[in-house]
């Protein structure tokens, strides 16, 4: 797995396919989002569509 180095969205391409940027293999921590209406750490972080995030990415 690969984590975009915006987004922070988990993926397996070397580009990310929700905002384009660059994949990094260098990441930490782990969570899905099911409903970022709803879901404190998505508000947080500023994630507004269901997926798998990093928590952290080099």
């Known amino acids: 797995m690969r984590a975009c180095k915006s987004c922070m969205r988990l993926s ?17 921590g782990y969570f899905a989002v099911l409903d970022p209406e709803t879901s404190q750490i998505a508000k947080k972080m500023g ?3 269901p997926g798998q995030y990093a928590l952290k990415v080099r």
């Open 12 to 28: 397996e391409e070397e580009r990310c396919p929700v905002c384009g940027s660059n994949t990094s293999q260098y990441w930490s």
């Open 47 to 49: 994630i507004k569509s």
